[in-house]
């Protein structure tokens, strides 16, 4: 493919993708209301998974359809390969998804899907574009985004909408890293919410799905749809890709293997392995995120992302055994987060790695404190175990991947997690820690990007992680915060191209610049 002229995801934004989202939407109707007129594309088209020769792209129909697919390098699309169709069909809920390859590698990348009704070929819809750039073969500067914690504690789409998605937006990022709790299936939406300074708060839209928690495959689902019903999340989604981590709340809240549903009124269906498959099939059928064939519900993956980028992509919530205290004294299922296999695939991956910067995406982060029972401060939910000692429990797993770094070599690793909701940086200093055999390493936290803000956590000493920054709620202002307080944030991380220092910002939905650190590169001997 050949190389388009330069310009501006924003341009394309306002020229094409806005208004092809607009048109298409369609909301208030519901699916067969409008039988005899054209389809709609229901939720605006979103990419992910993007490296330097392949993406994902993903859409979603109103009605059985055959989704013809155009990619272009140019936003004219004089130059389209057309690719042969996907059907629409109701035992996908009506997505689909398709992995684009042979791509140039940095080169803006143009698709535009048109739906023909299965049952009324002459019945063609109007077309929906997007966009996104693979990544480099060579050392360019790259720019991405990350967050987490979607639609929680009750706070959905307002009059505002979700502006943390729009702010993102305008700094262009490559590509945007959702850290997990992508949707609150436990957490049901109410019309109105009252707010402790007299004023409401009044979800704009809120559907049946979102009226109860999740159980059923159906309701899983329209939990991925409601958040795709916000114009900003739709905007950013067609000019961006978005690579999906998931934890617990795309599920129910801490769940693992000793979650018991039993005296929790809302759930008929009280079976955690039952509700983390009907999850598990949502999240892969209404995110871009890859099919690993060896393994087709996984969520760890590598994304190669050029020369000065790898991304790792942990998954602590399927293979963890049952929360507990987390006092184990050796690495056992039961005191396993990432588990065997993982860590293994990790470690290899890492080795292997030639980027200069491995980020390692992590659902959850290493130090700070997340209990299972918040109210009593019992049990791990996270990794740490809160003794402030030698590594036990979950803690043991961490130890042992910080200490093959540091024996194989491995340079420049960063951490990026959410979960917490709050923003803050922490330096893990093997100097001021319990277990030392590491090499020193920064984790960034980020988060909500619209859910209600909590914090701040204590940390836990084992790994020695000193509080470089932080922004959470105070006392004053107590906790679950609603989006409209502020206190919502993300992340934005600049690798330049020549020099390869890593720059992180700590960012609110303002746009507000809360926190900023350069990181120069270790070079290999």
């Known amino acids: ?17 806005a208004v092809a989202l607009t048109a298409a939407s369609g909301f208030a109707l519901p699916s067969y209301s409008r039988a005899n007129a054209r389809p709609v594309f229901t939720h605006g088209v979103q990419s992910g998974d993007v490296d330097a020769t ?26 389209a390969i057309k690719l042969p169709p996907l059907n629409a069909f109701p035992d996908s809920d009506l997505a689909v998804k398709q992995l684009l390859t042979d791509l140039a590698s940095d080169q803006d990348i143009f698709y535009r899907l048109t739906a023909v009704d299965l049952s009324d070929l002459n019945a063609v819809s109007e077309p ?8 480099p073969m060579t050392k360019r500067n790259i720019r991405f985004a990350w967050s987490g914690d979607t639609v929680g504690q009750g706070w959905g789409i307002d009059e505002t909408g979700m502006k943390t998605y729009a702010t993102i937006a305008r700094h262009e990022p490559d590509f945007f890293l959702h850290s997990g709790d992508t949707i609150y299936a436990d957490g049901p939406l109410v019309d109105e919410v009252d707010l402790k300074d007299g004023t409401k708060w009044k979800n704009r839209i809120v559907t049946d799905e979102k009226r109860k928690v999740a159980e059923t495959l159906d309701e899983y689902r329209g939990q991925w749809k409601y958040n795709l019903l916000d114009d900003h999340v739709r905007a950013l989604n067609a000019i961006c890709p978005t690579f999906f981590q ?13 979650r018991s549903l039993a005296a929790d009124d809302r759930y008929e269906e009280k079976s955690i392995a039952l509700l983390s498959a009907r999850a598990g099939r949502a ?4 995110t871009p995120i890859r099919y690993t064939p060896a393994e087709p519900g996984r969520v760890y993956r590598k994304i190669a992302y050029g020369p000065l980028l790898d991304v790792f992509f942990l998954d602590l919530r399927s293979y ?20 065997e296999r993982q860590v293994r695939w990790l470690k290899q991956e890492l080795l292997n790695s030639k980027a200069t910067w491995k980020v390692i995406a992590s659902d959850m982060p290493l130090g700070v404190i997340v209990w299972d029972n918040a109210k009593e401060k019992k049990g791990a939910e996270a990794i740490a175990n809160g003794d402030n000692g030698p590594a036990k429990g979950r803690e043991l797993e961490i130890a042992d991947l910080l200490r093959f770094i ?15 909701h709050y923003t803050a940086a922490h330096y893990y200093n093997p100097e001021k820690a319990q277990f030392q055999d590491f090499e020193p390493f920064w ?24 509080l470089r920054f932080i922004k959470a709620p105070t006392a004053e202002q107590g906790q679950n915060l609603p989006p409209s307080a502020g206190l919502q944030f993300f992340g934005l991380v600049d690798i330049d191209g020549v020099s390869g220092q890593m720059t992180v910002r700590l960012m609110d939905r303002e746009n507000i610049e809360l926190y900023k650190v350069t990181l120069d590169p270790v070079r290999s001997i």
């Open 1 to 17: 493919m050949t190389r388009s002229a330069p310009f501006t995801r924003r341009s394309f934004l306002v020229s094409t993708g």
């Open 246 to 258: 998931w934890d617990d709340h795309e599920v129910t809240n801490n769940w693992s293997s000793s």
């Open 128 to 135: 929906v574009v997007g966009r996104f750039k693979t990544a």
């Open 54 to 79: 392949t993406g994902m792209i993903w859409t979603r129909t109103d009605r059985p359809a055959r989704v013809s697919i155009e990619v272009s390098t140019t936003e004219s699309f004089t130059d």
């Open 443 to 466: 984790e960034f936290v980020s988060g909500p990007i619209h859910a209600g803000t909590f914090g701040p956590n204590d940390l836990d000493q084992t790994f020695g992680p000193e």
């Open 320 to 339: 963890r055994g049952p929360n507990g205290p987390g006092m184990e004294e050796t690495i056992t299922p039961d005191a396993s987060i990432l588990g």
């Open 406 to 420: 540091k024996s194989a070599g491995i340079r420049n690793t960063a951490w990026f997690t959410a979960d917490v």
């Open 283 to 286: 999240f892969h059928e209404m």
